[in-house]
């Protein structure tokens, strides 16, 4: 089942495009309530980014994203779910037709489906710097798989650039699996957030994540006005995260190496991101890894022609849609990252919603348990340790009503 190429001209009830946490939670449940359910996955493997995650979580326990992409994969193949993986979804139709191609080879095929999931997830922003194409250089989803999925370290001493919950996260994951983290610094100017100011005012979406109380604490009064710009004058140059040391007061400045990797060319900043004169220096490394974010990946969903709108509190310019995942177009649905950078397990629960959603339009029923499904939404953000735009459940909110606006609005 998993990895089979599809025979153009199948018919099913739902098409999942992408088999991520959101994908592959939506596909399990609609297929449970007895839904044809077919889900395409561009890579060799479902899961996405969640079979990358190792983390240690506030309670003591460990989020071991491999099994956890394991039992999904599994939930979903016993539920029926027809799973092709290597293979694109590279044009959606309205009607509903999914057109694919496979890496596996065969022609290109057609599915004809009743509703369709986008569920692709975010890729990562690029972080342009002096030196960033020469061989050493990886972005950290990129040390993310080679650590935690493949079991290769990147490299044998790395350089973290770049403060966010993904680079927090991957850098003591990497330090696990014997990397020698000589730190975690500022990304280069004018890479959004390269001056201790900035970065500080970020702590308080990180402040669940940091192992230590005074780190907690600091992120969270990090949110009251005026208080970043006073501490980041007073800021120490190094802090203790995992044992790697965090500089909040040293940024990028460039890669070094003719062929290869050999250090990283780093300068201290004051708080308003004014270089230190004299403070440059180079740090002997064989690998940096540049975090800068992700961004939602809408490619299927703008050739559809859907309304977009930029969310300062989502952090991205998304589709507009429901609270439950529905769209202007009727049988088009979304969730997971591609309307918004979350957790995993936000995605998880993004996916169980937008299948309640689908099951009740296809079925033209009542969505009985919706509310209280988006009030445990509202409160998996409210608890999430990783919290990449602080108010992003305002966002949401906005973005609802604006769908809703929209829904009820007199045709011209």
Avoid at 43 to 54: A, Y
Avoid at 324 to 340: C, I, S
Avoid at 385 to 402: M, N, S, V
Wanted: one cysteine or more; charged letters at 20%; a neutral charge.
């Amino acid at each position: 089942m998993n990895g089979r190429t599809i025979e153009s001209g199948d018919s099913v009830d739902l098409v999942v495009v992408g088999g991520g946490p959101a994908g592959l939670s939506a596909a399990a449940r609609a297929a449970e309530d007895g839904l044809t359910v077919v889900l395409i996955e561009e890579n060799h493997q479902t899961g996405g980014k969640l079979r990358g995650q190792l983390h240690q979580e506030n309670d003591g326990e460990w989020w071991i994203g491999w099994t956890l992409a394991n039992d999904l994969l599994a939930r979903a193949e016993r539920a029926g779910v027809r799973i092709f993986t290597d293979t694109v979804a590279w044009a959606i139709e309205p009607g509903w037709v999914v057109r694919t191609t496979s890496s596996r080879g065969g022609d290109a095929a057609e599915i004809r489906t009743r509703a369709v999931l986008i569920a692709t997830g975010a890729v990562e922003k690029p972080m342009p710097v002096a030196g960033w194409t020469l061989p050493g250089v990886f972005t950290i989803g990129g040390a993310q798989i080679l650590t935690n999925t493949h079991r290769v370290r990147p490299g044998a001493r790395s350089v973290v650039v770049g403060v966010d919950p993904l680079s927090l996260t991957i850098a003591r994951a990497m330090k696990l699996g014997g990397v020698d983290v000589d730190s975690i610094v500022l990304p280069p100017q004018p890479v959004p957030d390269s001056d201790p100011q900035s970065t500080l005012k970020r702590l308080g979406g990180l402040s669940k994540l940091a192992p230590y109380f005074y780190m907690r604490l600091g992120g969270a009064l990090m949110a009251i006005p005026g208080l970043a710009a006073i501490a980041a004058r007073v800021l120490p140059r190094s802090l203790p995260l995992w044992g790697i040391p965090l500089r909040l007061t040293t940024r990028l400045v460039r890669i070094v190496g003719d062929d290869r990797v050999t250090g990283a060319e780093v300068e201290t900043v004051r708080a308003n991101g004014d270089a230190v004169p004299g403070s440059r220096r180079v740090i002997s490394t064989d690998s940096v890894c540049l975090s800068n974010g992700l961004v939602p990946l809408n490619d299927l969903s703008a050739s559809l022609g859907l309304e977009f709108v930029t969310s300062d509190s989502v952090g991205a310019k998304v589709p507009v849609h429901s609270a439950t995942g529905a769209t202007a177009l009727p049988g088009l649905f979304l969730a997971g990252n591609t309307v918004g950078v979350e957790s995993a397990k936000v995605s998880l629960k993004q996916g169980e919603i937008v299948a309640g959603e689908i099951l009740a339009t296809l079925r033209n029923h009542p969505f009985k348990t919706r509310e209280a499904e988006l009030g445990e939404l509202r409160q998996l953000r409210a608890d999430s340790e990783f919290t990449f735009e602080p108010a992003i459940q305002r966002g949401h909110d906005e973005i609802a009503a604006l769908f809703n606006q929209r829904q009820e609005a007199p045709l011209p």
